[in-house]
């Protein structure tokens, strides 16, 4: 199917086919008939309170928030046996000495290097 233009102009017109026309409205947005508990329009008398999770607007609010949440977190943590826990602390110590005794090497070694040239 083919259109077909009467105006001449119109032909040569780069504008979409559309150019003139009203857009069409957007969908209206069906109801699930839920209320957002935040939201503050409506005529309902009663005074909703935030869901759980969220950030009171006082500091001592929140600050009790974090702590509830530290703890409840803190129960989801699977905790090691005390013999690993104690392997792989020592595991890290070992670790951390040979780096610092690499480190402490390697300064050394260069600032020979550059006292010996004349850098300093």
């Known amino acids: 199917m083919a ?3 009467s105006d001449k ?3 040569s017109s780069k504008a979409p086919a559309t150019a003139g026309k009203a857009p069409a409205p957007a969908p209206a947005k ?3 008939g839920l209320k957002n508990p935040l939201s503050r329009s409506g ?9 759980r999770g969220a950030v009171s607007a006082k500091p001592a609010g929140r600050i009790r928030t974090f702590l509830r949440e ?7 943590v699977t905790w090691p046996p005390r013999k690993e826990l104690i392997t792989a602390t020592g595991v890290v110590i070992v670790a951390v000495i040979i780096a610092a005794v690499y480190i402490g090497l ?3 070694i260069w600032q020979i290097v550059v006292r010996a040239v004349g850098l300093a």
């Not at 005529?43 to 869901?51: G, V």
Request: proline share 4%; charged share 25%; aromatic share 4%.
């Open 30 to 32: 069906q109801s699930s």
């Open 9 to 11: 102009s119109a032909k």
């Open 106 to 108: 390697l300064d050394f």
């Open 3 to 5: 259109k077909t233009v």
């Open 43 to 51: 005529s309902s008398a009663k005074t909703t309170t935030a869901p």
């Open 70 to 76: 530290v703890r409840i977190e803190m129960s989801k």
